[in-house]
């Protein structure tokens, strides 16, 4: 698979969960990413763990499986992570490259600081989070 066109942090704005930050905010969480190498065949999150990040496909792609069943594939410009990233609770799928793979990874931890830190920041993932919601109860 050949690597997306765009830039990382281009790739990182047209995420949907971050859609309601500025440039400035989406700059400071890309800022506190850091750029991982994943070798085909490897695990990158297990099902039920605490590997506590948000996972950007640059490039590759990885399988998506619950309960031992392959649910998707995802690849470049998609993401994985989101929910254990945000509440810190253990992962809800196991996640396994199956080609070469490169992610942008923001750890849990700088994620919670940048919410500390930018109550804007916050305000602007609550009321995207709001509208998924939303969008979610109305299907």
Do not use: W
């Not at 190498?37 to 605490?50: I, M, N, R, T």
């Amino acid at each position: 698979m050949t690597a997306d066109a765009r830039s990382p942090e281009d790739m990182l704005a047209d995420v949907d969960l971050f859609a309601g930050l500025s440039r400035r905010q989406l700059k400071k969480l890309f800022d506190h990413g850091r750029t991982v190498p994943h070798e085909s065949g490897k695990q990158v999150s297990a099902e039920g763990l605490g590997a506590l990040a948000f996972h950007l496909i640059l490039d590759g792609r990885v399988t998506v499986s619950v309960g031992g069943t392959e649910v998707r594939t995802l690849g470049s410009g998609d993401y994985f992570g989101e929910i254990s990233m945000i509440d810190g609770k253990p992962r809800s799928a196991t996640v396994t490259a199956v080609e070469p793979t490169t992610t942008l990874a923001i750890p849990h931890q700088d994620f919670e600081r940048l919410l500390a830190d930018e109550p804007d920041f916050a305000r602007g993932l609550l009321v995207n989070l709001c509208a998924r919601v939303r969008d979610a109860e109305a299907r």
